[in-house]
């Protein structure tokens, strides 16, 4: 019998769980639904603004981003992705909840004014009159035991810390734009390289072709010279491919329409540049804004062990209270108090000493976070100088190499038309100089992107800092490019 009841209690829970979990499955279901539909009519009101853009415009916009035509300068890049970067637009909006908790803290020692009413109906058998009562009480905290001035810093704090993100996202911003327009300007260069090498490419085979047919190369050097366009012309697509998707992550970035139509002025350029590690590493332990925020919440952690400290004080409030009613003898009268409390807790469970433990592991925890930052930052620093170093190498190597390469194309070309050298060879030629242009172009870019590096890892990194040194005008002077042909 016993066995049967347990059976039948046991049903019943599984019976009753496997509702409940119906229930929250259902719920659940609901809300993704709710939210998906949501999506959707967000989605048609973008459409329908969209539509009436097109409408007063004439254009055909496919979002509600500006849309850019025209010239855009590595300035004027920077410029923009400061008012429209979405990711740096929210980041200013944190200012507003650290204005927002500073005032919290600061109502946390003035006066608190309450006021209540209340009103009760009797019987009829009773033969009374309904109870009503009106009632006003002020508040005013006289002491807390220092958890209000330690909220305050607190407080402030969080704002100071908010505002070092905010520089930081902004640093982060500036470096993204400047990696991406010269990312773009990279790519060019190294498109007008493919599309020379291409047309140099078609040119060789036309001759080479002709050769054949007078009997002077074999057929291998033709089908050489066939690989060679091929080759050639998979790198320009590439290369086309590529600079589109690095203009699409500049758009992205800038906070504009990817239907924008502009030129990318400016040319990557190299300056030399150097940095002393001891020096740059003072400047980086001051400057970053992450080392300043991980600092911030240092002392955050500190403020919050002192307002679990005050809870273990007392606090004292003085009031005056009024009421209204007509309780006795079913007539108005008033009555006010004037007063003050003090309250200390004798035991609560153990509940502070948890907090007082779990706010000192966090304290001891920004501290440790504190230290790795200002590690990683030394670190960061010494590999920024690293490829520095590398980059400026690679540039003067390349920069040789670039004049080894079109004196030993003059040779063989010369050759080749006495005869003495092959189509093969001048194809070889051809295809090193151009390995060498790009290396050449891929180092500048290298070490603009080193020098800005190394501004980011210090912190100063600003959208105001000149960029010229890293980008300027395109040079009168003949480029690499030009001394290949």
Known sequence: MKTRKSLITTFSLL?????????????????????????????????????AIQSHTGLK????????????????????????????????LTRSESEGLV???????????????????????????????????????????????AGLRYAKLYAASNDFAIREQVQITVFDVVSQYTDILLKQHLLDVYEEASAVAERLLATTRSRRKQG???????LRAEVEVARTNAERINGRNA??????ALFQSLGVSQDSDVTFSGHLAYTAEAFDLTAASAIAAVERPDIARAHAALKMAEEQIKIVQAD????????????????????????WILGARVKLIIFDGFERRGRMTSTKSRRDQAEEKLRDTEERAHVQLVDALLRLRYADELYH???????????????????????????????DA????????????????????????????MGTLSPNDPMDSIVTPPPTHVSPTQRGE
């Not at 051809?430 to 890892?457: D, N």
């Open 216 to 222: 002077t190369v074999s057929d291998y050097e033709v």
């Open 397 to 427: 190597s390349q920069e040789k190499n670039i004049e080894l390469a079109t004196e030993a194309l003059r040779i063989i070309e010369v050759g080749s038309n006495r005869g003495r050298n092959t189509q093969v060879e001048v194809l």
């Open 61 to 92: 916009p496919t979002d509600d981003l500006p849309r850019l035509v025209g010239p855009l300068s590595l300035k004027d890049a920077i410029t923009l992705a400061m008012a429209n970067n979405r990711t740096l637009r929210t980041a200013y």
């Open 312 to 335: 273990y004080g007392p606090k004292a409030d003085a009031f005056a209270s009024g009421d209204y009613s007509n309780v006795k003898n079913d007539s108005w009268n008033d009555e």
């Open 15 to 51: 019976l009753t769980c496997s509702l409940l979990t119906s229930c929250v499955s259902t719920e659940v279901a609901n809300t993704r639904n709710e939210i998906r539909n949501e999506l959707i009519a967000r989605n048609a009101s973008r459409v329908r603004a969209r539509g």
């Open 243 to 248: 600079r589109q998707s690095a203009i699409v």
């Open 103 to 149: 005032t919290q803290s600061i109502a946390e020692a003035l006066p608190n004014i309450t006021a209540d009413a209340s009103a009760s109906v009797r019987e009829p058998a009773e033969n009374q009159s309904d109870f009503y009562s009106l009632g006003v009480e002020v508040m005013q905290p006289l002491w807390r035991s220092g958890s209000v001035a």
């Open 430 to 457: 051809r295809a090193a100089l151009t390995e060498a242009m790009g290396t050449y172009y891929k180092a500048i870019h290298a070490q603009g992107l080193a020098r800005l590096s190394i501004r980011r890892v």
